[in-house]
């Protein structure tokens, strides 16, 4: 398989005929071997009897549906999973991402040699107040934290080697930082490149303010794991044992104070620094414990299903 294109949605009935014979279209004047994955991410309308649809229509068309509503990063997950494509192209069914982008991203994968060409919508069409300027201050703190240098983290058509996706770890919310997920296991020769963003055509998006708060806690969540995912004892280790020279000399020092200096003055439990001991070694205490639970999470995690597929389409070779 040359080409995967990887179609997560939530309740796009709408725009999938539009959507699919747009990409069908694209594809007709080259000759290669392509599969359209669509990732009914639990819509509640018939978005999945549409996709059967399109099954029996082409055969290249195939669908995954979710019990319910995991997200589009569990959606993602179950795409890349599936995939047989050595280069694999994202996008949304929402019509505002187009197909026409998907052959040159392809052949810049194929000959530039890249790991990630993340799409650039350079001019947007949403609004200005409530998603572009939320989104450029997202971008940019993304940039600063990340050292990528692309413009647009969130966007959804995106263009993968197949070994990329094969061996990154995509959940939660992390679909917009697929790049960063990329770099920290080694693919680096990641670009980006400017799409035609378009105004939606149907429906309303499904999603609000809490996408942009999700993703700068998210960015946050993936500069720790990089920093000391693989050995959290670094880091709480680290605090605690600052915390626990701290309390055990504040300690030491209020002890000799009062049995040298000042044996008739106050009792030590009257002492501010008492407290002040005490509680920083408590605190030392309980990061170092915190410090060996993450060492032993990550020996003994149990890898479990985050997603319930309930029905597939795919045919048989």
């Known amino acids: 398989m040359d080409l995967s294109i990887i179609i997560p949605l939530l309740n796009e009935s709408e725009s999938l005929d539009e959507l699919h014979d747009w990409i069908l279209n694209e594809l007709k004047t080259v000759s290669i071997k392509y599969e359209i994955i669509f990732i009914d991410d639990g819509s509640i309308d018939n978005s999945w009897e549409k996709i059967q649809i399109l099954n029996k229509r082409n055969k290249n068309t195939k669908g995954i549906r979710f019990l319910k509503n995991y997200g589009k990063s569990q959606a993602l997950h179950a795409g890349f999973l599936k995939c047989s494509?050595?280069?694999?192209?994202?996008?949304?069914?929402?019509?505002?991402?187009?197909?026409?982008?998907?052959?040159?991203?392809?052949?810049?994968i194929i000959n530039e040699k890249l790991d990630v060409i993340s799409g650039w919508k350079?001019?947007?069409?949403?609004?200005?107040?409530?998603?572009?300027?939320?989104?450029?201050?997202?971008?940019w703190a993304a940039r600063k934290v990340s050292g990528i240098k692309i413009h647009d983290f969130n966007c959804g058509i995106k263009a993968y080697r197949s070994e990329v996706i094969k061996n990154i770890n995509v959940y939660g919310e992390m679909h917009r930082y697929i790049p960063v997920l990329a770099s920290n296991n080694g693919y680096n020769k990641i670009d980006e490149q400017i799409v035609i963003h378009q105004a939606r055509k149907y429906g309303v998006t499904k999603f609000g303010w809490s996408r942009f708060i999700n993703g700068f806690l998210d960015l946050i969540t993936i500069w720790f794991l990089n920093k000391f995912g693989k050995k959290p004892m670094h880091l709480f280790g680290l605090i605690g044992t600052i915390m626990l020279i701290?309390?055990?000399?504040?300690?030491?020092?209020?002890?000799?104070?009062?049995?040298?200096?000042?044996?008739?003055?106050?009792?030590?439990?009257?002492?501010?620094?008492?407290?002040?001991?005490?509680?920083?070694?408590?605190?030392?205490?309980?990061?170092?414990?915190?410090?060996?639970?993450?060492?032993?999470?990550?020996?003994?995690?149990?890898?479990?299903?985050?997603?319930?597929?309930?029905s597939t389409l795919f045919n048989k070779k």
């Open 122 to 139: 350079k001019k947007r069409y949403d609004s200005i107040i409530f998603k572009n300027i939320p989104s450029k201050i997202f971008n």
């Open 246 to 310: 701290i309390g055990f000399f504040s300690s030491l020092f209020i002890g000799i104070d009062k049995l040298y200096f000042k044996t008739q003055g106050r009792l030590i439990t009257e002492r501010p620094e008492f407290y002040i001991a005490l509680t920083t070694m408590i605190l030392g205490a309980q990061f170092f414990v915190a410090g060996f639970v993450g060492e032993l999470i990550i020996k003994y995690q149990n890898k479990t299903k985050r997603y319930r597929i309930i």
């Open 85 to 108: 494509g050595r280069v694999v192209v994202t996008l949304d069914a929402d019509l505002q991402d187009s197909p026409s982008e998907i052959l040159n991203l392809y052949n810049r």
